[in-house]
């Protein structure tokens, strides 16, 4: 029953972390104090939706009905949660109640708050006299036209999303403890880590970047890491479909280069770092003399698998719909959307690559130290 307990507040802990994450990145974005919005945040880093519905003012003259819906995981929130979550369930050998607790206290977690994540937003509008922010007329009074949105989370989805969520980190937080088949572990570990620092040095990186603007910091707090990921994958070569969904628009390296120059550097060489550093913490953790192909293999599969879940979780949709005396007409429809299964081949391939560098470099520094161990020992 203690172990329970003990689980029961590490999800409790987790979900009050991302709620202030959500709500300072909201607040410098400016959302206005923390409330029902950072509710319906933290339900999106569960992997939960926001549903939109209203009317177009008035003013309109046309009585239409606005629909959409917000589709996108805040990683910055739902990686807070997942480091402080895994971190406190690793402090001792996770039993199977504490195990059990934790993925039925995580979607109720995310749940029960989403029932209260409901309220209005105004956008697009002019406002009298007040600066205008995400929450709608800082003034107070009443906007000067433009679309009043109500907003709710969608509590079944977000329930599926919490649970998934809480089977990831279960699965991460137990790594060690479970015996993987062949020597899996050390990449699994080493790969998930580096991604971890990769996801932190982008937030810093951008708030550094952003300092004197709020709504640029509150875009790095909350989606830094959505664009980590999605630069890592693109410096693989991962393809990503982005913009609105009635034109091919998107990115690719071939497109960087040919419409930026030598921009498309930057996603190749932040990957490689990336890459680089994975396949070296893993031969760290590797015991000397393990065959070199497999070493690969371990890092292609542990690589690929990474690389296509995190492809699969940094894109997002949005989409905003107008109907008209019966007719629907889409207003916004945006999505950014990698390519999964390119990115699981591709991520394996680099994997391998990785591997075999890294084992390569943590090889010739053991041999540079035994080396000088023997120098110093042969002058003693």
Same mark, same amino acid.
């Given at each position: 029953?203690?172990?329970?307990?003990?689980?029961?507040?590490?999800?409790?802990?987790?979900?009050?972390?991302?709620?202030?994450?959500?709500?300072?990145?909201?607040?410098?974005?400016?959302?206005?104090?923390?409330?029902?919005?950072?509710?319906?945040?933290?339900?999106?880093?569960?992997?939960?939706?926001?549903?939109?519905?209203?009317?177009?003012?008035?003013?309109?003259?046309?009585?239409?009905?606005?629909?959409?819906?917000?589709?996108?995981?805040?990683?910055?929130?739902?990686?807070?949660?997942?480091?402080?979550?895994?971190?406190?369930?690793?402090?001792?050998?996770?039993?199977?109640?504490?195990?059990?607790?934790?993925?039925?206290?995580?979607?109720?977690?995310?749940?029960?708050?989403?029932?209260?994540?409901?309220?209005?937003?105004?956008?697009?509008?002019?406002?009298?006299?007040?600066?205008?922010?995400?929450?709608?007329?800082?003034?107070?009074?009443?906007?000067?036209?433009?679309?009043?949105?109500?907003?709710?989370?969608?509590?079944?989805?977000?329930?599926?999303?919490?649970?998934?969520?809480?089977?990831?980190?279960?699965?991460?937080?137990?790594?060690?403890?479970?015996?993987?088949?062949?020597?899996?572990?050390?990449?699994? #570990?080493?790969? %998930?880590? @580096? *991604?971890?620092? $990769?996801?932190?040095?982008? &937030?810093?990186?951008? !708030?550094?970047? /952003? +300092? =004197?603007?709020?709504?640029?910091?509150?875009?790095?707090?909350?989606?830094?890491?959505?664009?980590?990921?999605?630069?890592?994958?693109?410096?693989?070569?991962?393809?990503?479909?982005?913009?609105?969904?009635?034109?091919?628009?998107?990115?690719?390296?071939?497109?960087?280069?040919?419409?930026?120059?030598?921009?498309?550097?930057?996603?190749?060489?932040?990957?490689?770092?990336?890459?680089?550093?994975?396949?070296?913490?893993?031969?760290?953790?590797?015991?000397?003399?393990?065959?070199?192909?497999?070493?690969?293999?371990?890092?292609?599969?542990?690589?690929?698998?990474?690389?296509?879940?995190?492809?699969?979780?940094?894109?997002?949709?949005?989409?905003?719909?107008?109907?008209?005396?019966?007719? #629907?007409?889409? %207003?916004? @429809? *945006?999505?950014? $959307?990698?390519?999964?299964? &390119?990115?699981?081949? !591709?991520?394996? /391939? +680099? =994997?391998?690559?990785?591997?075999?560098?890294?084992?390569?470099?943590?090889?010739?520094?053991?041999?540079?130290?035994?080396?000088?161990?023997?120098?110093?020992?042969?002058?003693?």
């Amino acid at each position: 029953m203690r172990e329970a307990g003990r689980a029961a507040g590490a999800v409790a802990l987790a979900y009050v972390v991302m709620g202030l994450v959500a709500a300072a990145g909201l607040w410098l974005i400016g959302a206005g104090p923390p409330g029902r919005l950072t509710l319906a945040a933290v339900a999106l880093a569960g992997g939960g939706a926001v549903e939109l519905q209203g009317a177009l003012h008035p003013a309109a003259g046309m009585g239409a009905s606005v629909h959409g819906a917000l589709r996108v995981m805040p990683l910055g929130v739902s990686l807070s949660g997942a480091v402080v979550l895994a971190l406190l369930l690793r402090r001792r050998a996770p039993d199977v109640r504490s195990l059990v607790t934790t993925a039925v206290a995580v979607p109720l977690a995310f749940a029960l708050p989403a029932l209260a994540a409901h309220g209005r937003l105004t956008l697009a509008s002019p406002c009298a006299h007040r600066a205008y922010g995400l929450g709608g007329c800082q003034s107070g009074r009443a906007a000067l036209g433009g679309i009043a949105l109500d907003y709710h989370a969608d509590v079944w989805r977000t329930a599926l999303g919490g649970l998934v969520w809480a089977l990831v980190v279960i699965a991460l937080a137990s790594i060690e403890h479970v015996r993987l088949p062949g020597g899996l572990r050390p990449a699994v #570990t080493a790969s %998930v880590t @580096v *991604l971890l620092w $990769a996801a932190l040095a982008t &937030v810093i990186a951008g !708030l550094a970047l /952003a +300092a =004197g603007s709020g709504t640029k910091s509150g875009a790095a707090l909350l989606l830094g890491p959505n664009a980590a990921f999605a630069g890592a994958s693109t410096g693989i070569g991962v393809p990503w479909a982005a913009g609105p969904a009635t034109r091919d628009t998107g990115w690719t390296l071939a497109g960087i280069a040919h419409d930026h120059g030598l921009a498309w550097l930057v996603p190749v060489a932040f990957a490689a770092v990336v890459l680089l550093a994975a396949g070296a913490l893993t031969a760290a953790h590797t015991p000397p003399g393990a065959p070199w192909p497999a070493r690969a293999g371990r890092s292609a599969l542990a690589v690929g698998t990474l690389v296509a879940a995190m492809t699969a979780v940094a894109g997002g949709s949005a989409h905003l719909s107008v109907s008209v005396l019966g007719f #629907t007409l889409p %207003v916004i @429809v *945006l999505r950014a $959307a990698g390519d999964i299964l &390119v990115a699981l081949v !591709l991520g394996a /391939a +680099a =994997g391998a690559v990785a591997g075999l560098a890294g084992g390569a470099l943590t090889e010739a520094g053991r041999g540079r130290v035994r080396a000088r161990w023997n120098t110093e020992k042969a002058r003693r």
